[in-house]
């Protein structure tokens, strides 16, 4: 079955960039999308479509996607930006079924 | 606003079935593909099925087909989760999400959008 894998821990300290990765053999023909959940919430969207950003997601936040990997960037991290980052994808197989990453946990500190 | 609610969740024997409902408020529910997406605890998340706006196509994880089956009543605006045959490891909050289409330059297919339900937990435990 499709897998995305994504790194399982990401440190920084407050004010650098943070880059999350996820990789995946389909990526080159779906899109990614970026997940931030924080504890005993649900998932907010936070890049959609590779690098489109939703209303209301700060500007710090932005995506891209080279051949078969996907790069989540947030541009001068703040600790309110701890929490789980996950990748979301879809398989190439025409069966639409979604995956998800292993999920990193972003540390600001 | 898009409201998501979910209900049903419950604890239930190995074995038995039970099923989930969403129910959506705040946008035409008939025009949209919905998915359920899971999150077992301390885990992370997993994609479970998703269903056309209409209900005449679905598709489903490996881990939960022949077992689950998604439906929606449009004039109800629900959504349903029927599982059966559970088993300990079908045990997460279960999430109903709104789908945002995904189109690249050659076609258009289902993704998991920005509208989320704050999820049911089912337990499966003897």
């Known amino acids: 079955s499709y897998e995305l894998t994504q790194p399982p821990s990401v440190s920084v300290s407050p004010g650098q960039t943070a880059r999350i990765t996820c990789s995946g053999d389909a990526l080159p023909e779906k899109y990614a999308r970026w997940y931030r959940q924080m504890s005993g919430q649900a998932p907010v969207l936070v890049i959609y479509d590779d690098s489109k950003r939703p209303s209301g997601i700060p500007e710090r936040f932005s995506g891209s996607s080279s051949g078969t990997m996907a790069t989540l960037t947030i541009n001068g991290a703040q600790v309110e930006d701890e929490a789980d980052y996950y990748c979301?994808?879809?398989?190439?197989?025409?069966?639409?079924?979604?995956?998800f990453g292993g999920g990193t946990k972003l540390t600001v500190l | 606003q898009v409201q998501l609610v979910e209900s049903g969740g419950d604890v239930v024997q190995p074995g038995r079935s039970l099923r989930l409902s969403c129910a959506v408020s705040?946008?035409?529910?008939?025009?949209?593909?919905m998915h359920w997406v899971r999150q077992a605890p301390g885990k992370g998340l997993e994609w479970v099925a998703v269903i056309s706006y209409d209900g005449s196509n679905k598709y489903y994880a490996d881990s939960v087909k022949g077992r689950f089956t998604i439906s929606r009543d449009n004039s109800k605006n629900t959504m349903y989760l029927q599982m059966n045959s559970l088993r300990d490891e079908d045990t997460a909050v279960y999430f109903c999400?709104?789908?945002?289409?995904?189109?690249?330059?050659?076609?258009?297919?289902?993704?998991?959008?920005?509208?989320w339900g704050q999820g049911t937990l089912v337990t499966v435990s003897s």
């Open positions: 705040g946008f035409t529910f008939s025009s949209y593909g």
């Open positions: 999400v709104k789908d945002l289409e995904a189109c690249t330059r050659s076609s258009c297919y289902f993704a998991l959008g920005q509208d």
């Open positions: 979301y994808s879809t398989d190439s197989s025409g069966i639409h079924r979604g995956v």
